[in-house]
């Protein structure tokens, strides 16, 4: 399929009701262009996944969906309501949770006391319950310190952060980046136990992972979306491989 | 014996002083990465208010004990709320410019110095304090005044409320964790603008007790206070560790004892013995005594 054709054919399958969506969306990091006219959607309840080269712009395109890089052009909008320009709490506050591709936990504090910071109100014994159920280690050591924590024990903080609030949108960014492969199925489980339940948007390097988890996939190139389609397609396409995600991309 | 445990308790109460003003220094600079310039303004202003109120209050040369102790709340509010309209109308349009929010924050410094010279005139005023403050114990064949015990005994109770109020509150959560990754606090949906007034006027509340008591502590205010003693808290910051409380309290106490023993057997010896042990710690350990590194 050509990448016009399949770019059609996602924004087709999108149309009926994206839950997030971006048009055409330029953001800066001092001088530097890295998005350059972004534009995707993601469906309610599916995970899509961004794909492409290191610095291609897809930890931009997170980081501009909440409002930590600011659009300089552009709009995005959430279950139909525009977000540009919100500040990032406020952004959040609409329920997106976000876990950053270095992780980010507070290291000087405790695993209970990085969830209780994330905890919103009206967060419930429910959301509790799974990120235990999920993550029953992390019950273990909840008085523990989270910096002495192992790389793994790191990423489920991180993720444990962003599922303690009723959260209808998710960006995820890298999960399985450093991680020993072992930490990698874990993590990979997780949040497969979630799927279906929230929107997630996937930052993925590792094919695998992208695959196991993926329904929608787009990949970002240069600043610009020049791919969208089904998950199953990227995988099945080594020249589409070749091309966008080169070294990047392992299975 | 006597004048060991004199310059001990005197140090104590010198190293009380400084916390006071160095508390708020290390959190607003832990948590904003501001170097508040400010910070000696406020402690003089302190000192004014309480000065002023004692004034209002009392009557006769001496001030009364309820004139002092609303000197002390009037110091406090006062300066807190200052503080927090520094923060929110002219540091918060400079989040994006940390040079400019240093420029300014010394700018407001020079200009509320300036302006308690032209209220109340550049001389030095004795400082009224009811007569139980002013007067002396005997410790152990020292005779200390009494003013000094109640400085060291409000920079404990700062200490134990601030330790509390980190440990213990959603805010001193934030606080602590906006001090390690501020922008990941914003993505977990936490007004980061709010926690920064807080602390600002934290900080501020906390020079301005500091200024009642330090007047209480030198008998006399004058527009300059702050800014002598200013550089002294910066240095405990440093030496301390930048955003630690724990930290601030132990270099207070290295530093006013120090300060105290030098300057008592050598006359000049105790500023210079502090900017070597700023250095050595500079040296040695750059992140302070318990400060982190970020």
Redesign the interface.
Known sequence: MSVAVAADAAAQAVAAEPFLRLSDVHAFIGESHILQGVSFSAVPGRVTVLLGRNGAGKTTTLRTI?G?IPAARGTITLDGVEITGE???RV??RGVG?V?EDR?I????TVA?NL???Q?PGATAERWALVHRLFPDLQRRAGQRAGSLSGGQQQMVAIA?ALV?ENRLLLIDEPSKGLAPVVVNQVTEALAAIKGTTTIVLVEQNLAVAQALGDDAVIVDDGRVVFGGSMAEIAADDALQARYLGAGAHR | MSTIILLTLTGLALAAMYFLLAAGLSLIFGLMDVLNFAHGAFFTWGAYAAWWTIGEVSSGPRGSTLGFLLGIVAATVLVGAMAAAVEIGLLRPLYRRPIYQILVTLGVGLALAQLTSVIWRPDARPFPQPGWLASTSTVFGARVPNNRFLLIAAAVAVLAGLLLFLRKTRYGLIVRAGAENREMVQALGIDVDRAFTLVFALGGALAGLGGAFGAAYFGAINPGLGSANLIFAFIVVVIGGLGSVSGSALAAVVIGLAQQFGNYYTTWAGDFIVVLLLAAVLLLRPRGLLGTLR
């Not at chain 1, 507070?106 to 504090?109: D, E, V």
Request: proline share 10%; hydrophobic share 35%.
């Open positions: 909440l930590l500040r990032p709490h959040v506050r976000y950053p980010d507070f290291g000087g504090l006391e209780r910071l994330a919103r952060r609030n």
